[in-house]
């Protein structure tokens, strides 16, 4: 393909390295308006966009063991969101539930559709590497991502954590929604 052709106005696709410093100011924006009044003011001034790229350069450059994966939505060529997963890490899930860690669209680029293409490019490719559940957790008082993931097909199933979130041992509850992803038809 050149360089001259044309490009889809929104689009998924894995994540690359030149891509850190935008996820990190994708992560910034989002953590900073979903947990600024949730943590104390000390926690929320480290989400840093500098920080998170770094982080996310380090993950991009040398992947953890195991099928963890990042996606990025874009808007052109524009980073404006991202989505991360793994195995679940939770015990009760069994070995065949992916876990969708992150979940992050830029307040300005909300309501164009990149929620449901990162989702959809998850599980899409949790289902290719045999997962039959996807899970997530998410603050409990989340209202609004609870609106978006259970119209995406996940819902609760009665799991919850106390997350701590500050070094005096301050905690947020989660809980965790889930979907099956296997096909019912059978087929791929």
Same mark, same amino acid.
């Given at each position: 393909?050149?360089? !001259?052709?044309?490009?889809?106005?929104?689009?998924?696709?894995?994540?690359?390295? %030149?891509?850190?410093?935008?996820?990190?100011?994708?992560?910034?924006?989002?953590?900073?308006? !979903?947990? =600024?009044? &949730?943590?104390?003011?000390?926690?929320?001034?480290? +989400?840093?966009?500098?920080? +998170?790229?770094? =982080?996310?350069?380090?993950?991009?450059?040398?992947?953890?063991?195991?099928? @963890?994966?990042?996606?990025?939505?874009?808007?052109?060529?524009?980073?404006?969101?991202?989505?991360?997963?793994?195995?679940?890490?939770?015990?009760? %899930?069994?070995? =065949?539930?992916?876990?969708?860690?992150?979940?992050?669209? @830029?307040?300005?680029?909300? @309501?164009?559709?990149?929620?449901? &293409?990162?989702?959809?490019?998850?599980?899409?490719?949790?289902?290719?590497?045999?997962?039959?559940?996807? !899970? %997530?957790?998410?603050?409990?008082? =989340?209202?609004?991502? &609870? &609106? +978006?993931?259970?119209?995406?097909?996940?819902?609760?199933?009665?799991?919850?954590?106390?997350?701590?979130? $500050?070094?005096?041992?301050? !905690?947020?509850?989660?809980?965790?929604?889930?979907? $099956?992803?296997?096909?019912?038809?059978?087929?791929?």
């Amino acid at each position: 393909m050149s360089d !001259t052709a044309p490009h889809a106005d929104a689009s998924v696709r894995p994540a690359r390295v %030149t891509d850190a410093p935008a996820i990190g100011r994708v992560q910034a924006e989002v953590w900073i308006e !979903t947990y =600024a009044d &949730r943590v104390p003011p000390e926690v929320s001034a480290a +989400f840093d966009p500098n920080a +998170f790229a770094k =982080a996310w350069r380090a993950s991009l450059e040398s992947p953890p063991e195991g099928i @963890h994966r990042l996606l990025v939505a874009l808007a052109g060529a524009q980073v404006v969101g991202i989505a991360a997963y793994g195995p679940s890490q939770d015990p009760d %899930t069994g070995q =065949a539930a992916g876990e969708l860690t992150v979940l992050a669209v @830029h307040p300005l680029a909300r @309501h164009q559709g990149h929620g449901s &293409r990162l989702v959809n490019a998850v599980v899409d490719e949790l289902r290719e590497i045999g997962a039959e559940v996807v !899970t %997530t957790w998410l603050p409990a008082d =989340a209202e609004q991502t &609870r &609106r +978006f993931l259970l119209a995406a097909g996940l819902g609760p199933d009665g799991a919850f954590r106390d997350r701590v979130v $500050s070094p005096d041992g301050q !905690t947020i509850r989660e809980i965790r929604l889930q979907a $099956s992803i296997t096909d019912a038809e059978g087929a791929s």
